[in-house]
Every structure is written in C-alpha cells, then in structure tokens.
C-alpha cells in the first residue's frame, strides 16, 4: 500500500474516533461564532503570482523540516512579509500537524490574511471542523474520494462561505474538479504515491485548466525561475511550504518568492 493510500485509510478511522469526542453537532454551534470568513479566492486572484505559505512541521518522506517548529510565529512573519494567504496542514500522525495550530493561527489578531484547512479530507466532518476553528478555505485531494462525495464537500464548503482549492495529480482530476463545482484548481507536483517530484507537470496540466479558473502550482517550488516558469505557464498562486521552512531566514524567503 502506498502512502497516500495508507494516509486515507487511517483518516477514515481517525474520523470516526474524532466524532466521538466531539459530535458534528457541536461543530455546528461553534460555527455560528466563528469569525467571518476572509476571501481566500480573491486573494489568489491579485495580479502576479500569490503565494500560498506552507504551515508544516514534518513529512513522511523527509522527516523533521525545521527544529525551531512555531506555528503561529511562522504564520505572523508569512502575513507581515507579503504571502497571499496561509495553508495549515493538520494531519497530526503523519505531518506532525493539528487542528490547535490551525485554531491559533486562524484567530490570531496579528493575522489578517486567508488561512485555508490543509488536510485528507474524506468525510464532512472535517468541512465542518475547518470552518468551526476559523478557516477560510479547504483543500481536497480529488483522488482521494469518489466524484459524488468530491461535488458534495465542495458544495457544503461553500454553503459554509468558505472556498475550495482542490488538489489533482491527472488531467482527468482536473475535468473531475470541474464537474464538481470547484474554482480554484491545484497541480501537486510531488506524487503523493512516490513522492517524486516533476515540475513538468505543471506544464502538461495547466493547458487542462481553462482560463476562467484560479490555478496553483503547488509542491517541489524551490528557486525564483520556477515560480516565474509557472507564472509563464499561467498560474495564479504557488503553494510552498518545505522551501521557505528551511530556509535560514523565513522573511527573506517569503519576499524573495513574492517579490515581482
């Protein structure tokens, strides 16, 4: 079994465990407190590549990313240093995520710009939670759920004013995104099944994403000329994440990677 595979069979059972200690009900409440929600499309959509900065403290593949691992720190310099919105990732078994992280960053006073639910998402439930602990938007790996449940969770994020970047690995991912309503589409350079990274692929997928659609390049992004290259190619937004967390300085990367 491949990791991806391995992810979303514990998120199923993860799910189930997180319902009971905290019933859908009760997110439904929380909702109706939360703060109102930022427009994580609009943010995507300025002129120039956006950057979308990656919160993420480990991977399955690489380990530990940064030693001095600060959640809401990091999120506080990506806003002040010119990143277009924030991605949490909030697998906590195997990204060493939570949802805590994404509950302090989304609320916080010092940030004001979008913060989007970065998750394996296969249930409603986690639509739910994203939005009752403050989340702007989701994003959903098309291939991990079937076409029915993709139309459904894109709809009740909506419902739920929030937007949805969905994640696709194929061109027939992307035809599957649009037919179930999504706007916003993500290429993920890095198979989540070996992990191999080929910016080639942005270039083969971006001409199946017509031009009335945002599109992110997301995953293996590490110089200046690959975000250029992708905004050549025609992306709205970049997502990053291991590039800036490892860079010595955090705020001189993220001006350099925004700096047009």
Known sequence: MNMLDQIIEYKYSEVIEKKKCKPESDLIDMIQTARKTRDFYKA????????????????????????????????????????????????????????????????????????????????????????????????????????????????????????VLTETFTPEEVTKSIEAGAKIIGVNNRDLQTFEVDLEKSKVMKKRIPDEYLAVSESGILTRQDIL??????????????TILRADSVEEKVKELTKF
């Open 44 to 163: 995507i959509q300025k002129p120039n590549m956006s950057l979308i900065a990656e919160v993420k403290k480990k991977s399955p593949s690489k380990g530990l990313i940064r030693k001095d691992f600060d959640p809401l720190k990091l999120a506080r310099i990506y806003d002040k240093s010119g990143a277009s919105a924030i991605s949490v990732l909030i697998d906590e078994k195997f990204f060493g995520g939570s949802v805590e992280y994404l509950r302090k960053v989304a609320n916080d006073p010092d940030i004001t710009i979008p913060v989007m639910y970065k998750e394996f998402i296969v249930d409603p439930y986690q639509i739910y939670e994203a939005r009752a602990n403050g989340a702007d938007a989701v994003l959903i790996i098309v291939r991990a759920i079937d076409q029915t449940l993709l139309s459904e969770l894109i709809q009740l994020a909506y419902d739920l004013d929030m937007d």
């Open 229 to 242: 290259a992708a905004q050549e190619l025609g992306f709205d937004g970049m997502l990053v994440g291991e």
